[in-house]
């Protein structure tokens, strides 16, 4: 709890110290998370034309973020580079993402364009210069909360996203926390802009960001090192449910999953009879597929080309049916003693429990 107290009077003093340009998504991106926002962005006579540094409040704001950074960021992104080694350009596919694009973006961190899919709807981008001081205190204290939970799990979890997503006192839906991901990564917010799906086309379109109602999906423009990126944060259901009958949304399913794929903390859904076309999606298109034990069951990973065990498993999370990813199980017995896995990936916390599948068609 001290921790939790300790950033939220920091990262109110960085937010109430200055006044901001509304209209920028960076300067909101930066101040999510803490960083300085340069004086070109703030209407304060004194500081004009000269850039704001770091002051300490911002550095002791970024402590949930450096735990994660030495924890899981870091020897994530090393283990990346010596096994995945992905090319630069093209597109990949995260379905059951939520908002963590922290992960993707280390894991394929030169692509050109990122497509998450969650269930929950994006929501608009959060000014708090423009809300009540209670409004704005009820945003950044659960701003926080999650920052750090992430920090600590490496993960969502599904209830606190459907929570966050419902309270319209917080407001935290996905969309901030995505923007406060990129500017931590290092990347400038130039845009965010609402999708809608156009049945025609069975893609999306930018929509006016003045309606309210049509923040249910995003594209967040981003740029790094003058390489301009596109995020793009769909909400869908992805279940039979909904995709057996939007042949149009389906059709945008089969095209996105022909892309390398990212499966992680996905509550072993895939394998449920009732997620059988986003399943099948994958299973059949796509080119490179690296997951934990949450997503595929083995016999699905075998059929898409030879699959490569890292870290250890023996079962799956107490919270799932036993009885799954058994065939993953044997095939990690069999394969003898694995190398750990040198970071936290999913709900496996222990070491000796932390497993990635990596599939290459």
């Given at each position: 709890?001290?921790?939790?107290?300790?950033?939220?009077?920091?990262?109110?003093?960085?937010?109430?110290?200055?006044?901001?340009?509304?209209?920028?998504?960076?300067?909101?991106?930066?101040?999510?998370?803490?960083?300085?926002?340069?004086?070109?962005?703030?209407?304060?006579?004194?500081?004009?034309?000269?850039?704001?540094?770091?002051?300490?409040?911002?550095?002791?704001?970024?402590?949930?973020?450096?735990?994660?950074?030495?924890?899981?960021?870091?020897?994530?992104?090393?283990?990346?580079?010596?096994?995945?080694?992905?090319?630069?350009?093209?597109?990949?596919?995260?379905?059951?993402?939520?908002?963590?694009?922290?992960?993707?973006?280390?894991?394929?961190?030169?692509?050109?364009?990122?497509?998450?899919?969650?269930?929950?709807?994006?929501?608009?981008?959060?000014?708090?210069?423009?809300?009540?001081?209670?409004?704005?205190?009820?945003?950044?204290?659960?701003?926080?909360l999650?920052?750090?939970?992430?920090?600590?799990?490496?993960?969502?979890?599904?209830?606190?996203?459907?929570?966050?997503?419902?309270?319209?006192?917080?407001?935290?839906?996905?969309?901030?926390?995505?923007?406060?991901?990129?500017?931590?990564?290092?990347?400038?917010?130039?845009?965010?802009?609402?999708?809608?799906?156009?049945?025609?086309?069975?893609?999306?379109?930018?929509?006016?960001?003045?309606?309210?109602?049509?923040?249910?999906?995003?594209?967040?423009?981003?740029?790094?090192?003058?390489?301009?990126?596109?995020?793009?944060?769909?909400?869908?259901?992805?279940s039979?449910?909904?995709?057996?009958?939007?042949?149009?949304?389906?059709?945008?399913?089969?095209?996105?999953?022909?892309?390398?794929?990212?499966?992680?903390?996905?509550?072993?859904?895939?394998?449920?009879?009732?997620?059988?076309a986003?399943?099948?999606a994958?299973?059949?298109?796509?080119?490179?597929?690296?997951?934990?034990?949450?997503?595929?069951?083995?016999?699905?990973?075998?059929?898409?080309?030879?699959?490569?065990?890292?870290?250890?498993?023996?079962?799956?999370?107490?919270?799932?049916n036993?009885?799954?990813?058994?065939?993953?199980?044997?095939?990690?017995?069999?394969?003898?003693?694995?190398?750990?896995?040198?970071?936290?990936?999913?709900?496996?916390?222990?070491?000796?429990?932390?497993?990635?599948?990596v599939?290459r068609?």
């Amino acid at each position: 709890m001290r921790l939790g107290n300790l950033l939220l009077s920091i990262v109110l003093t960085s937010y109430s110290a200055y006044a901001v340009a509304a209209t920028d998504p960076d300067v909101l991106a930066r101040e999510y998370v803490g960083l300085p926002v340069p004086s070109s962005t703030v209407a304060e006579p004194s500081v004009a034309g000269k850039k704001r540094s770091a002051q300490p409040q911002f550095n002791q704001g970024r402590v949930a973020w450096d735990s994660y950074e030495k924890q899981i960021g870091k020897p994530l992104r090393k283990w990346t580079s010596e096994v995945i080694a992905q090319p630069p350009g093209g597109t990949v596919f995260y379905p059951f993402s939520g908002p963590d694009f922290v992960t993707v973006a280390q894991m394929f961190p030169e692509a050109e364009r990122y497509v998450m899919v969650a269930i929950q709807p994006a929501g608009e981008v959060v000014d708090t210069r423009a809300m009540s001081p209670m409004a704005a205190l009820a945003f950044k204290s659960k701003f926080n909360l999650e920052w750090m939970k992430f920090g600590y799990l490496g993960f969502f979890r599904t209830l606190d996203l459907n929570e966050n997503t419902a309270s319209t006192k917080a407001r935290l839906t996905s969309t901030p926390v995505m923007m406060a991901f990129a500017s931590a990564l290092g990347f400038h917010v130039e845009s965010v802009v609402p999708l809608r799906f156009n049945p025609d086309t069975a893609d999306f379109d930018p929509v006016d960001a003045s309606n309210q109602t049509a923040w249910t999906s995003v594209r967040i423009g981003l740029v790094k090192n003058e390489r301009k990126v596109t995020l793009d944060y769909i909400a869908m259901d992805l279940s039979d449910g909904f995709l057996k009958s939007h042949a149009p949304e389906l059709s945008w399913i089969k095209k996105s999953a022909g892309n390398p794929t990212l499966l992680k903390a996905a509550s072993h859904l895939l394998p449920k009879p009732y997620f059988s076309a986003c399943r099948a999606a994958i299973v059949d298109s796509a080119p490179l597929l690296i997951q934990d034990e949450t997503g595929l069951e083995y016999a699905d990973l075998k059929k898409m080309g030879t699959v490569s065990l890292y870290g250890r498993f023996s079962g799956v999370f107490r919270l799932f049916n036993q009885n799954s990813q058994r065939e993953l199980a044997a095939a990690y017995l069999k394969a003898g003693q694995q190398s750990v896995l040198p970071f936290a990936f999913s709900y496996q916390k222990s070491p000796n429990q932390r497993s990635l599948q990596v599939v290459r068609r």
